[in-house]
């Protein structure tokens, strides 16, 4: 038996990166698992990969910034147990080097996003007496990473609606936590090492690995086993709380 027989996942950003390993892991372990993404042709791609290991997977387009479709998609799908709030996007700079046009698109997919996602469904899981968020925040949250002020930003209101929603929902049997990564090895951060530091790729990589006291990235898959364990009725007893996977970055760096 699986560690998520008969549950119904939603995962938000599924179709790359954590979103991806996270839909993998929950559909080996059983999950019926639904991939919210912008992004067909990751999301599709996902769905197959689960498919043809003999898991369950429906990929749902969505963009998470708007709160009709997702409500929409939540009423489609029914009876859903577990949220993943996971899609996220970066921004490089400074508090002068964030416009105000970049402070609202990084607040839309990475705040916003998240509310509208637990907005359309929290009612389904009080209706259905109990449910498991996780939502994605980051060491950011923790130390505002240089350079990432609108990011930083989202992840410290990532906690706080973690924490909101767990408190105001724990009578309904819903827990509510966040987890934080460090650096993960994901295209999210290929990506912007690529539009950021074009021609230091090699150089960027490395100094980011040693950022890490651990010396290296985590890869997607180990943070999927920590949001398996959290999202599994193995965590009953976790709720309001947030869990560093940062190979040392809080604590042992310096
Ligand atoms: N990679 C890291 O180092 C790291 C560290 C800490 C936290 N995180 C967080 O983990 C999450 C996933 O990061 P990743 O590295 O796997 O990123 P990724 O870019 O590989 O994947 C993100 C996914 O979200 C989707 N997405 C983006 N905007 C969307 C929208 N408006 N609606 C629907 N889907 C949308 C993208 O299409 C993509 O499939 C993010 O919230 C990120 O902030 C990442």
New binding site residues.
């Given amino acids: 038996m699986g560690k998520l027989e008969q549950k119904v996942a939603v995962i938000?950003?599924?179709?790359?990166?954590?979103?991806?390993a996270i839909s993998v892991q929950f559909a080996k372990e059983g999950a019926k698992v639904h991939i919210?993404?912008?992004?067909e042709e990751?999301?599709n791609a996902v769905v197959e990969e689960i498919l043809a290991l003999g898991g369950q997977a429906v990929f749902n387009r969505?963009?998470?910034?708007d709160q009709q479709e997702i409500i929409a998609i939540a009423q489609h799908i029914g009876k859903i147990d577990i949220l993943v709030n996971?899609?996220?996007?970066?921004h490089v700079g400074n508090l002068e080097n964030c416009k105000s046009e970049d402070f609202e698109r990084i607040f839309n997919?990475?705040v916003k996003?998240a509310y509208n996602a637990l907005y359309a469904i929290i009612p389904i899981m009080k209706a259905q007496g109990g449910g498991a968020i996780l939502n994605?925040?980051?060491?950011?949250a923790w130390v505002g990473i240089t350079d990432r002020f609108a990011?930083s930003m989202s992840?410290g209101a990532i906690y706080a609606m973690s924490m909101s929603v767990a408190r105001d929902y724990m009578a309904y049997g819903i827990r509510s936590n966040s987890i934080?990564?460090?650096?993960?090895h994901?295209?999210?951060?290929d990506?912007f090492i690529a539009k950021n530091y074009p021609g230091k790729e090699a150089e960027m990589f490395e100094k980011l690995s040693a950022s890490q006291p651990i010396g290296r990235?985590a890869q997607?898959e180990e943070i999927a086993k920590l949001a398996l364990f959290l999202c599994s009725d193995d965590a009953g007893f976790i709720t309001g709380n947030d869990y560093p996977i940062d190979g040392g970055f809080i604590k042992l760096n310096n």
């Fill in positions: 938000t950003g599924g179709g790359s990166g954590i979103g991806r919210l993404d912008l992004n990751g999301g969505c963009n998470v910034t996971n899609a996220g996007i970066a997919v990475n996003g994605l925040a980051s060491i950011a990011y992840k934080s990564p460090a650096r993960v994901t295209p999210f951060v990506g990235m997607p």
